[in-house]
């Protein structure tokens, strides 16, 4: 049977399938072949994307991407894999949010209301995979395998398939619900953080926010910022700003040291705490 670049990268790598339509856009072309994987083709590529999204997620799409190329030239499906070098992105300066426990709570009543309610099938189920994120702190990939046999006297565990750490936490009380909710059906990176968005701003998270964006300072409503990896920064946010040790909060997610677990940790520097006032105001 012959092989298909397109048919291939499908079945590997099925939450970025967009980056198909993306390629052909850039190239030109109804179809993504094998041959087109080439130096000349790859800058076309990153060129066409670095107009379409920001350089840090260019970085992880074409993570996705470049490993993807490089199991074909293993295979001798690809000529070379120095081509990928044309996929090198520069990183900006990027700042990114953290909903809030209230926000959280927000968008568990708004999803409750959609569940009594006919249609919004896509909704339904996005909603279930983030609030599950934000109320366990796992990966995508781990929410994935996870069911309700993961839950024993009243504590989650699983092990991470990236970091191969031991996560054991007690369980939210809401968290096996939507394990028994949770979808069959993948959805691509952009259908779910586009709902997660429209979500937030039903939701009424909409306060201005400033951040670094894109390498500049941006204001603009909060839900624009939001997308659906909000959902592991507000879990380890949420936790910090209840006083939650951070080695703590480390084993929750799964991480193997403490350094990557403060890149999740959002400070709301708009509002705040005692403690800091106490230094400001002195």
Do not use: W
Not at 44 to 70: D, I, P, Q
Not at 109 to 118: M, P, V
Not at 208 to 227: D, N, W
Request: charged share 25%; glycine share 4%.
């Amino acid at each position: 049977m012959e092989q298909n670049f397109e048919t291939m990268f499908a079945e590997r790598c099925p939450n970025h399938t967009f980056l198909l339509s993306r390629m052909r856009c850039a190239l030109g072309v109804s179809r993504i072949e094998f041959s087109h994987i080439t130096t000349s083709n790859l800058h076309k590529f990153r060129e066409y994307m670095e107009g379409e999204v920001t350089s840090n997620s260019l970085k992880t799409y074409f993570a996705v991407f470049k490993a993807f190329v490089r199991e074909c030239h293993n295979d001798g499906l690809v000529r070379s894999d120095k081509c990928l070098s044309a996929l090198k992105v520069k990183s900006t300066p990027q700042q990114n949010v953290a909903l809030t426990e209230s926000e959280v709570r927000a968008l568990q009543q708004y999803y409750d209301r959609l569940l009594t309610n006919e249609g919004h099938k896509v909704e339904k189920d996005v909603l279930t995979l983030f609030l599950i994120e934000c109320l366990c702190g796992a990966r995508g990939c781990d929410v994935e395998s996870m069911t309700v046999n993961n839950i024993h006297d009243g504590r989650l565990t699983y092990i991470s398939k990236k970091t191969k750490v031991l996560a054991t936490m007690p369980v939210h009380k809401r968290l096996a619900d939507l394990l028994a909710r949770k979808p069959k059906k993948e959805y691509s990176r952009v259908t779910k953080n586009r709902i997660v968005k429209e979500a937030c701003k039903r939701c009424g998270i909409i306060e201005p926010v400033t951040i670094c964006y894109h390498g500049s300072m941006v204001t603009r409503p909060k839900y624009e910022f939001c997308a659906f990896h909000t959902a592991r920064r507000s879990f380890a946010s949420i936790l910090a700003a209840k006083g939650a040790p951070i080695t703590e909060i480390a084993q929750y997610m799964s991480h193997s040291n403490t350094m990557m677990t403060n890149r999740y940790i959002k400070v709301d520097t708009n509002n705040a705490s005692a403690a800091a006032l106490s230094f400001f105001n002195d």
